[in-house]
């Protein structure tokens, strides 16, 4: 029998318990991250910054938790940069920087292409209840996002998935003023 492989089977254990940790911390992190995301678009302020509160929690324990593992929580830190965008838009009419959200570059470009999605709707939203200035003002959050990325060109491997979200973020752009331009004709 080789000595060092009860050595190697508690390391592995422990690494697989790690795992599951992080695991488990960026689903919770992401299902609140979404529920803040319909706060905020409900109007709900108070639920949606009492969600925000508990997200921060999640986050903070995801951090001490998932050093090797940071590719399995990627997802939920995007998550988070999106929620926490899409609050600072809404409710300080301004875009967070990188070191405000304590984010990584990935999560920061990946979550501000996906927030554009969520201005998009608040965008409509203020269209259906007839605030085209509202309206303006996301649009051009939307515009200032997708600007701003334009010139990022990595491969999938640098960069997961960010051509196809800026590729959709394009398309939203160019949907939303069109819906724009018709609500100013009216």
Same mark, same amino acid.
Request: hydrophobic fraction near 40%; proline fraction near 2%.
């Given at each position: 029998?080789? %000595?060092?492989?009860?050595?190697?089977?508690?390391?592995?254990?422990?690494?697989?318990?790690?795992?599951?940790?992080?695991?488990?911390?960026?689903?919770?992190?992401?299902?609140?991250?979404?529920?803040?995301?319909?706060?905020?678009? @409900?109007?709900?302020?108070?639920?949606?910054?009492?969600?925000? !509160? *508990?997200?921060?929690?999640?986050?903070?324990?995801?951090?001490?938790? &998932?050093?090797?593992?940071?590719?399995? !929580?990627?997802?939920?830190?995007?998550?988070?940069?999106?929620?926490?965008?899409? &609050? !600072?838009?809404?409710?300080?009419?301004?875009?967070?920087?990188?070191?405000?959200?304590?984010?990584?570059?990935? @999560?920061?470009?990946?979550?501000?292409? *996906?927030?554009?999605?969520?201005?998009?709707? &608040?965008?409509?939203?203020?269209?259906? *209840?007839?605030?085209?200035?509202?309206? *303006?003002?996301?649009?051009?959050?939307?515009?200032?996002?997708?600007?701003?990325?334009?010139?990022?060109?990595?491969?999938? @491997?640098?960069?997961?998935?960010?051509?196809?979200?800026?590729?959709?973020?394009?398309?939203?752009?160019? %949907?939303?003023?069109?819906?724009?331009?018709?609500?100013?004709?009216?």
């Amino acid at each position: 029998m080789i %000595n060092d492989i009860s050595s190697v089977e508690k390391k592995m254990q422990s690494l697989e318990e790690q795992r599951e940790k992080v695991l488990s911390l960026s689903r919770e992190l992401i299902r609140n991250a979404g529920k803040a995301i319909v706060a905020m678009h @409900a109007k709900d302020k108070p639920k949606a910054m009492s969600l925000l !509160s *508990d997200m921060e929690k999640i986050r903070t324990s995801l951090l001490k938790t &998932e050093s090797g593992f940071e590719y399995n !929580s990627l997802q939920a830190h995007q998550e988070y940069v999106e929620a926490k965008v899409l &609050e !600072s838009i809404m409710f300080s009419r301004k875009i967070p920087r990188m070191k405000e959200l304590k984010a990584d570059e990935k @999560a920061y470009a990946l979550g501000l292409m *996906d927030v554009v999605g969520e201005l998009k709707r &608040e965008t409509l939203n203020s269209l259906l *209840d007839n605030d085209v200035k509202a309206a *303006d003002s996301y649009y051009g959050f939307m515009v200032d996002i997708y600007d701003s990325t334009l010139h990022l060109r990595f491969a999938n @491997a640098i960069l997961p998935e960010f051509r196809r979200k800026q590729d959709a973020a394009r398309i939203q752009v160019e %949907n939303t003023a069109s819906e724009l331009l018709r609500a100013k004709q009216k």
